[in-house]
């Protein structure tokens, strides 16, 4: 499985963006996906995640303005952002879960900036 983040820049507080993930290879047998969001100095962590029932999970931080979606015909997941705040700001990941033959973590993409302006 192969990752291709984007959608990242720089907005102001308050603002939205949208972020893509598109996923290529052995696509249908991935049963989750989700993005990680990393600042320096600190360990990776989920942002919000989506398996193939379309059960979602969100970090308390983003509950009510993030939303979290996978386009299965597509290949593709994204992430809303909206009311975004400067403590959004990171190095967001894509990552995906297969059913078998998972690496350990799973698989991910190259990371996107978002950097949120006060």
């Known amino acids: 499985v192969q990752l291709q983040a984007s959608g990242g820049g720089l907005v102001q507080t308050g603002e939205s963006l949208r972020l893509s993930c598109a996923a290529s290879?052995?696509?249908?047998?991935?049963?989750?996906m989700g993005w990680y969001r990393q600042t320096p100095g600190k360990p990776r962590e989920l942002a919000a995640s989506?398996?193939?029932?379309?059960?979602?999970v969100y970090m308390d931080s983003v509950k009510g303005r993030f939303t979290i979606s996978w386009d299965h015909p597509k290949n593709m997941m994204y992430l809303q952002m909206d009311s975004l705040k400067p403590e959004d700001t990171a190095v967001y990941y894509c990552?995906?879960?297969?059913?078998?033959?998972?690496?350990?973590?799973?698989?991910w993409g190259q990371g996107t900036q978002v950097t949120v302006s006060s």
């Open positions: 990552q995906a879960d297969r059913l078998f033959g998972n690496p350990p973590g799973g698989y």
């Open positions: 290879g052995s696509t249908a047998v991935i049963i989750s």
């Open positions: 989506v398996d193939s029932a379309a059960k979602t």
